[in-house]
Nanobody
Framework: QVQLAESGGGSVQAGGSLRLSCAAS????????MAWYRQGPGKQRELVGSITRGGTTNYADSVKGRFTISRDNAKNTVSLQMNSLKPDDTAVYYCHADINGVFRWGQGTQVTVSS
C-alpha cells in the first residue's frame, strides 16, 4: 500500500526555522508533482508549494522568499525548509503527491509558531 509520511513538525518562536520531510513508501512506479499544503485553525486547506519531477517549483505568495521546497527522486522524498516563520504559519502541514497516477495525502504534521 502506498503511503506518505511526514516528519519534522514542532513548535518554534517567530523568526525561527523548521524543516519538514515527507517520504513515500510502498509499491511506487512513478511520482509526478509533490506538494505541501497547510490548514490553519479555522481556515481552509491551502497550497504552500509544489515541485515537479524535473524540479520546477511554485509557491504561495505568503511564503515566497521564506520557504523552499525540494525533492529527492531517488529516495521518493520531498522536503520543506521554512525560515523566518510567523505566527500566521501555524497550521497542520500535509504532504501531497501524485503517485502512480493517484493523488495521495500524508497524515499531517503540526507546526506552531509563537510570537
Amino acid at each position: 500500500q502506498v503511503q506518505l509520511a511526514e516528519s519534522g513538525g514542532g513548535s518554534v518562536q517567530a523568526g525561527g526555522s523548521l524543516r519538514l520531510s515527507c517520504a513515500a513508501s510502498g509499491r511506487i512506479l512513478s511520482i509526478n508533482v509533490m506538494a505541501w499544503y497547510r490548514q490553519g485553525p479555522g481556515k481552509q486547506r491551502e497550497l504552500v508549494g509544489s515541485i515537479t519531477r524535473g524540479g520546477t517549483t511554485n509557491y504561495a505568495d505568503s511564503v515566497k522568499g521564506r520557504f523552499t521546497i525540494s525533492r529527492d527522486n531517488a529516495k521518493n522524498t520531498v522536503s520543506l525548509q521554512m525560515n523566518s516563520l510567523k505566527p500566521d504559519d501555524t497550521a497542520v502541514y500535509y504532504c501531497h503527491a501524485d503517485i502512480n497516477g493517484v493523488f495521495r495525502w500524508g497524515q499531517g504534521t503540526q507546526v506552531t509558531v509563537s510570537s
